[in-house]
Every structure is written in C-alpha cells, then in structure tokens.
C-alpha cells in the first residue's frame, strides 16, 4: 500500500469527484440534486484505481457485466486488508469515509455507487448512536443486502424518471440508509429508545409552529427532527404518536387549509396561492385538494376572476 501522503482524497462535493479514479467519466451521476446523497452509475473498461480515500461514506453495488457472463474477477485493498472479490449482481461493497482503499477490475463491468455525507449520519443517529462513536464497519463487494438493493434501484429511478414528490422520496430513502448503515453496519451498536408518549407538548409546539410559517419551502423530515433534537427515526414515530398523522400528512393538511383561506379571503391567483402555500404549481395543489376537500380550487372560489 502506499504511504498515507500519497493517498488521494475523493471529495463527493464536487462535481465529477470520481473522474480522476476511472477510465470514463460517470454514465449517469446526481451531483447538485441531492444536499447529502450522491449516486453514480458507471460503465467501465477494466481498470486499476490509485489508492484513494473518500470524505463521504460510500456504498458500491455491482450491477451487470458489460463483456463477459460471468461477474468481474477483480480485488479490492481496503482499510489495509485485500480481498478477492465475488462481485455477483446485486453484491454491495461498504467503504467507510476517510478509509484508504484501491481496487482493479479485470473485465469490463457495470456498477453503481450511493454517497452519504457522514454529518447526515450523525444528525439521524444523534440519539441512537453517540454521534462520535459513529464508524462504518468496512465490507467488501462479496454479499447482499436486500435493503440497499432496493435503495439503489429506488434513487436511480427517480434520477433517471422524476415524478412528482421525488425530494420527499429521496428523503426518506436517504434517511432510510443512513438509519440501516448505523443499524447493522456501525461499530457501536444502537442505543434502545427511551421514548414513549410522543413529542413533548414544548417540541411539538415548535415544530408544529415552524412548518406553518414556511409551507411555502420544501420541508424536510431531518430538518424538522433537528427542531426537535432527536432523530428523523424518533420523530417520523413519535410525531405520528402524537398527532395521528405522519408529518407529511400533517404538512399535507396545513397547505390545503391556508390554501382555502387565501380562496375564500385574499385576491390571489389560484396559481399564486400554490406556490404561496408550497405546491409545485396549480395542478399539483387541484389533485391534492379535490382528493382531501371533495371540490377543486375554482370551485371554492368566490364571485370574483377566477
């Protein structure tokens, strides 16, 4: 292995961070979509990495192989172990942040890559996990996780097909494997939750007050778990222990009430009053409201333009 000062830094931040690794750039790549995840899928010629070493956690699934039936022969230095690799469709590989590692692939291949920002997984695990005791257990490319499979497909597809409440999915999914690798891939393991009556009356105040002065942003489940100071695991069940609803249901619900406000009091356009109350535009807000009120928008409007 090389000397510490010669191992490369690889920096998910930046736009085509994985460029100098690899014989081709990224087919299909997320940089700027996503605040704390990143995906890549690559087609590749065989290659050699240099020895390198991330800023963010990574996760490598390999896909299928470009030139050959069977899976790629190659082998993977990591973490100061080596290890011939299996590398079966669907086998996940775990490269912890700021762990040294180099690999080769000796046919032509197919795989992907999902990184996460490790102070995402410090925020999600602040009351599961002492957050500085947070350290992935390094994996190579020769088992499965179903979990991760599906999280994989799930971000991809949304990348390459978009539809309508894609930054609420990508929010949960990235939540959803940050809360999974501190799970069953972290070195200490979680800490059993001592919550049992829902928010307090205090926490839920605040967050409750806080979504209704800026329905007009894309909330996110782990900004409104950090108002609450536990994690978005905690506060998705204990928000939902205390009002019945889950927090999108809740922010759901307050959009159409203002929204049926401006109708009845203001002189908005109804395309202004959606954006005003945080839909995407007007036909986003008409499909929600006809569903949740039983009359479209036009419908509830008074006497006046319309």
């Given at each position: 292995?090389?000397?510490?000062?010669h191992?490369?830094?690889?920096?998910?931040s930046?736009?085509?961070?994985?460029?100098?690794?690899?014989?081709?750039p990224?087919?299909?790549?997320?940089?700027?979509?996503?605040?704390?995840?990143?995906?890549?899928?690559?087609?590749?010629?065989?290659?050699?990495?240099?020895?390198?070493?991330?800023?963010?956690?990574?996760?490598?699934?390999?896909?299928?192989?470009?030139?050959?039936?069977?899976?790629?022969?190659?082998?993977?230095?990591?973490?100061?172990?080596?290890?011939?690799?299996?590398?079966?469709?669907?086998?996940?590989?775990?490269?912890?942040?700021?762990?040294?590692?180099?690999?080769?692939?000796?046919?032509?291949?197919?795989?992907a890559?999902?990184?996460?920002?490790?102070?995402?997984?410090?925020?999600?695990?602040?009351?599961?996990?002492?957050?500085?005791?947070?350290?992935?257990?390094?994996?190579?490319?020769?088992?499965?996780?179903?979990?991760?499979?599906?999280?994989?497909?799930?971000?991809?597809?949304?990348?390459?097909?978009?539809?309508?409440?894609?930054?609420?999915?990508?929010?949960?999914?990235?939540?959803?494997?940050?809360?999974?690798?501190?799970?069953?891939?972290?070195?200490?393991?979680?800490?059993l939750?001592?919550?049992?009556?829902?928010?307090?009356?205090?926490?839920?105040?605040?967050?409750?007050?806080?979504?209704?002065?800026?329905?007009?942003r894309?909330?996110?489940?782990?900004?409104?778990?950090?108002?609450?100071?536990?994690?978005?695991?905690?506060?998705?069940?204990?928000?939902?222990?205390?009002?019945?609803?889950?927090?999108?249901?809740?922010?759901?619900?307050?959009?159409?009430?203002?929204?049926?406000?401006?109708?009845?009091?203001?002189?908005?356009?109804?395309?202004?009053?959606?954006?005003?109350?945080?839909?995407?535009?007007?036909s986003?807000?008409?499909?929600?409201?006809?569903?949740?009120?039983?009359?479209?928008?036009?419908?509830?409007?008074?006497?006046?333009?319309?």
């Amino acid at each position: 292995m090389k000397t510490q000062e010669h191992v490369v830094k690889l920096d998910f931040s930046q736009e085509k961070a994985t460029d100098f690794l690899l014989p081709k750039p990224a087919a299909l790549s997320s940089f700027d979509c996503w605040k704390n995840l990143h995906f890549e899928l690559h087609q590749q010629p065989k290659f050699d990495t240099p020895e390198h070493e991330g800023t963010w956690h990574v996760v490598a699934q390999g896909l299928s192989y470009l030139s050959a039936a069977q899976p790629s022969a190659g082998e993977r230095w990591l973490d100061g172990k080596l290890s011939r690799e299996r590398r079966d469709r669907g086998d996940i590989a775990i490269i912890p942040a700021n762990v040294s590692q180099r690999c080769n692939w000796n046919t032509s291949a197919e795989f992907a890559i999902l990184a996460i920002d490790p102070a995402l997984l410090k925020q999600v695990g602040q009351d599961l996990v002492d957050p500085d005791r947070i350290q992935l257990i390094p994996r190579f490319m020769s088992e499965q996780d179903v979990l991760i499979q599906g999280i994989f497909s799930a971000v991809r597809e949304e990348l390459e097909f978009g539809k309508i409440g894609g930054d609420l999915l990508i929010d949960r999914l990235t939540t959803t494997l940050a809360i999974h690798l501190l799970r069953k891939y972290c070195t200490t393991q979680p800490k059993l939750s001592s919550y049992a009556d829902g928010l307090s009356k205090s926490k839920l105040q605040q967050v409750t007050e806080y979504i209704n002065s800026h329905l007009d942003r894309d909330l996110k489940l782990i900004e409104l778990a950090g108002i609450a100071q536990i994690s978005p695991y905690h506060f998705l069940r204990l928000f939902k222990q205390s009002l019945g609803i889950t927090p999108h249901q809740y922010i759901l619900q307050r959009r159409i009430e203002k929204a049926k406000y401006l109708l009845q009091h203001g002189q908005l356009s109804i395309a202004d009053i959606a954006v005003r109350v945080g839909f995407c535009d007007r036909s986003h807000m008409t499909r929600c409201f006809k569903r949740i009120v039983g009359v479209t928008p036009k419908q509830l409007l008074p006497a006046r333009s319309q």
